[in-house]
């Protein structure tokens, strides 16, 4: 019996602590292995199409071989000699399609020795291997609504999230067999969903050796899951079967465990950096929106767009230093810098001097504009 493709959907929807959007706040709608997998059907899909399309082109051209060879022999009957010229072009041909022949079977040798060197995965792995289930569950025809899900996701962590870190951070397949054993209201997939959340926490939190190990888990949880469902049993009846298939694997079984347990690594990873990025993105604007001046622009981004000259009058707090160089501008131009300066609150009007007295800033403005005159006839 072959084992059947993972249903990746069922990691559609589950509970991301800070991924979260305002219609599910605990439902993470992107996929955590979908992209995995999708791109490995479509490379088997490809391949597969590959060794069609060989089988076919040998198939066509043995069939027109033997056509030809049929015209010859016919040829030869009827007694024909070696300079008819209708003989030498089927000879001809038929050189010509052998010589294709040959080529074909070999593309088709190739590709059967690159098809046995490919890796296993789910989605090829046989089962013959595997015992007779122990207990045999019809599925509930039922199908749940994402509510539904969600709820009983919740209800699922709040009883059993020490019991389902604890087999997060097991190691060895014995210890692993053992626990579950003692817990089989574990073997599930809302443990393999929470499992998957703290990977990505974990990875956020930059606890990388932490994140490999749960992940491991994740992995041997998804392979009794996916197991569960080729025997079509309840996966508490078979995670035995996976232990001892697992300890007693071969080389390609072990090959195709670890590639499932490094893709998914990497989703991980892919996901804190996306979560992390998020963050920043939303505290860098939380933080831009705090300094907002009361015209609604921002100082810093404000005092990035005025001349050198305005920028260092604010680092040395200098007012006097700001009113000569603003008398040095054009009138326009100073008018649009020290607006922006107030909308953005980087230059307060009315505000206190040093020795106390207020003075206005449009005043001050005014103060300079006979000295831009001057200037300007001098």
């Not at 199409?49 to 089988?55: A, D, V």
């Not at 210890?175 to 209201?185: A, E, G, I, R, V």
Request: glycine share 4%.
């Amino acid at each position: 019996m072959t084992m059947s493709r993972i249903d990746y959907s069922v990691w559609d929807h589950i509970e991301v602590s800070d991924d979260e959007d305002d219609t599910h706040p605990n439902i993470d709608t992107p996929s955590l292995f979908r992209w995995r997998h999708q791109a490995r059907v479509e490379r088997m899909e490809e391949f597969q199409k590959k060794g069609t399309e060989l089988n076919k082109g040998l198939s066509d051209c043995r069939r027109k071989l033997a056509d030809v060879q049929k015209k010859l022999q016919e040829l030869k009957v009827s007694g024909s000699g070696d300079s008819n010229p209708e003989l030498s072009k089927v000879q001809s041909e038929e050189k010509k399609l052998k010589k294709e022949e040959r080529d074909w079977e070999k593309k088709v040798d190739e590709y059967n020795r690159e098809e046995k060197k490919m890796p296993w995965n789910v989605d090829t792995l046989s089962k013959d291997g595997f015992s007779k289930s122990i207990v045999n569950v019809k599925p509930d025809p039922s199908e749940e609504t994402e509510e539904q899900k969600e709820q009983k996701h919740k209800t699922f962590v709040e009883k059993y999230e020490k019991e389902i870190k604890h087999f997060g951070m097991l190691r060895r397949w014995d210890d692993s067999q053992k626990y579950l054993s003692d817990n089989p209201h574990l073997v599930c997939e809302e443990t393999a969903n929470y499992l998957v959340i703290m990977c990505i926490d974990l990875e956020v939190e930059e606890k990388h050796a932490l994140m490999e190990q749960v992940a491991h888990q994740t992995i041997v949880m998804q392979f009794i899951l996916e197991l569960a469902k080729s025997l079509k049993v309840d996966p508490r009846g078979c995670f035995r079967q996976f232990f001892a298939k697992i300890k007693t694997a071969d080389q390609q079984y072990q090959d195709a465990f670890n590639d499932e347990l490094e893709s998914f690594k990497e989703r991980v990873r892919g996901r804190a950096k996306i979560r992390i990025e998020k963050a920043m993105k939303e505290y860098e604007e939380e933080e831009r929106q705090k300094r907002m001046g009361p015209g609604g622009l921002d100082p810093v981004e404000v005092y990035e767009s005025l001349p050198l000259e305005m920028q260092k009058c604010f680092d040395d707090k200098d007012i006097q230093m700001l009113q000569d160089v603003i008398s040095k501008m054009d009138p326009t131009e100073a008018k649009t810098h020290m607006k922006r300066c107030i909308d953005s609150g980087l230059w307060v009007p009315n505000s206190k001097t040093d020795d106390g007295e207020e003075k206005d800033e449009e005043a001050t403005y005014e103060e300079v504009k006979p000295e831009q005159e001057e200037t300007k006839k001098e």
